[in-house]
């Protein structure tokens, strides 16, 4: 797990944050569906992205918070994240819930392969740098 540091809320969810979310128990309420509110002609998330990026240095944080040892493993000559076989039998249906709802496995593995080769080329390079930083972890290129 990675320590997190929180930046400040953001001025427009300071601003608007009450109001949406009254809006949107109205909308499911009624049996509406979820859409972004919109701000200067752009959705919130578009504008709340690029900062959750900055503060996760563009990396997923379900991943950097998730127990990843105890219900999965590497398969590092596919670029899978596999279940942990030897993970107690409700952590291993999770885990298999946990890849299929989440698609961990679609596209990802080549994308995975792809920045192990290039870590192999940067090995001074700071793993943070990278994507898939899990699975290029340290204890696979033996410098830890």
Same mark, same amino acid.
């Given at each position: 797990?990675?320590? #997190? %540091?929180?930046?400040?809320?953001? @001025? &427009?969810?300071?601003?608007?944050?009450?109001?949406?979310?009254?809006?949107? $128990?109205?909308?499911? %309420?009624?049996?509406?569906?979820?859409?972004?509110?919109?701000?200067?002609?752009?959705?919130?998330?578009?504008?709340?992205?690029?900062?959750?990026?900055?503060?996760?240095?563009?990396?997923?944080?379900?991943?950097? &918070?998730?127990? #990843?040892?105890?219900?999965?493993?590497?398969?590092?000559?596919?670029?899978?994240? $596999?279940?942990? @076989?030897?993970?107690?039998? @409700?952590?291993?249906?999770?885990?298999?819930? %946990? &890849?299929?709802?989440?698609?961990?496995?679609?596209?990802?593995?080549?994308?995975?392969?792809? $920045?192990?080769?290039?870590?192999?080329?940067?090995?001074? $390079?700071? &793993?943070?740098?990278?994507?898939?930083?899990?699975?290029?972890?340290?204890?696979?290129?033996? %410098?830890?």
């Amino acid at each position: 797990m990675r320590r #997190f %540091t929180r930046g400040l809320e953001p @001025e &427009i969810l300071a601003r608007n944050w009450k109001a949406w979310g009254r809006a949107w $128990e109205k909308r499911l %309420t009624a049996g509406g569906r979820f859409h972004w509110h919109q701000t200067g002609g752009r959705a919130v998330n578009q504008v709340l992205l690029p900062l959750l990026k900055h503060q996760t240095q563009d990396h997923c944080s379900f991943c950097d &918070i998730f127990p #990843f040892d105890r219900s999965f493993r590497w398969d590092y000559t596919r670029g899978t994240l $596999e279940v942990n @076989e030897r993970a107690p039998a @409700e952590d291993q249906r999770r885990a298999r819930a %946990t &890849i299929l709802l989440y698609r961990l496995n679609d596209q990802h593995p080549t994308l995975r392969r792809r $920045e192990l080769r290039r870590r192999a080329k940067l090995p001074d $390079e700071p &793993i943070d740098h990278f994507p898939y930083r899990d699975f290029l972890g340290e204890r696979m290129l033996g %410098t830890a």
